[in-house]
């Protein structure tokens, strides 16, 4: 899946509770697939065509992770990345956004997919 995606659009770490918070209020109820990509381990999709209700991230010195909800009127399943390091986009040949892959420190890294609008 990844290798179909030009992910490569760096997110400066000040800009990330922005972004974020623009990211979730701009794609509320937009499906999404999330995916953990790790070099050690196989791969393992988490879950597969999914409203995103919230990603939510706290800083270091306030939780330093990023939560991504999911869910139509209530949370349904949330996924937390401790420690990201570094946040990624992807963009279709529009302009739109179709893909975040996040790396943490452990350097694993959670891969969102968006359907398209």
Same mark, same amino acid.
């Given at each position: 899946?990844?290798?179909?995606?030009?992910?490569?659009?760096?997110?400066?770490?000040? !800009?990330? #509770?922005?972004?974020? &918070? *623009?990211?979730?209020?701009?794609?509320?109820?937009?499906?999404?697939?999330?995916?953990? $990509? =790790?070099?050690?381990?196989?791969?393992?999709?988490?879950?597969?065509?999914?409203?995103?209700?919230?990603?939510?991230?706290? !800083?270091? #010195?306030?939780?330093? &992770? *990023?939560?991504?909800?999911?869910?139509?009127?209530?949370?349904?399943?949330?996924?937390? $990345? =401790?420690?990201?390091?570094?946040?990624?986009?992807?963009?279709?040949?529009?302009?739109?956004?179709?893909?975040?892959?996040?790396?943490?420190?452990?350097?694993?890294?959670?891969?969102?997919?968006?359907?398209?609008?």
């Amino acid at each position: 899946m990844v290798s179909k995606i030009d992910i490569k659009k760096s997110v400066p770490r000040e !800009r990330w #509770g922005e972004f974020f &918070d *623009l990211f979730s209020s701009g794609n509320r109820g937009r499906y999404i697939s999330i995916e953990i $990509i =790790d070099s050690e381990l196989d791969n393992a999709e988490l879950i597969q065509n999914a409203p995103l209700m919230a990603m939510v991230y706290d !800083r270091p #010195g306030k939780g330093d &992770d *990023l939560v991504i909800e999911v869910g139509k009127h209530e949370v349904t399943y949330a996924h937390t $990345i =401790d420690s990201p390091t570094e946040v990624l986009t992807g963009q279709d040949s529009n302009g739109v956004m179709i893909a975040v892959r996040i790396s943490d420190a452990a350097g694993t890294k959670t891969l969102i997919q968006l359907q398209s609008s």
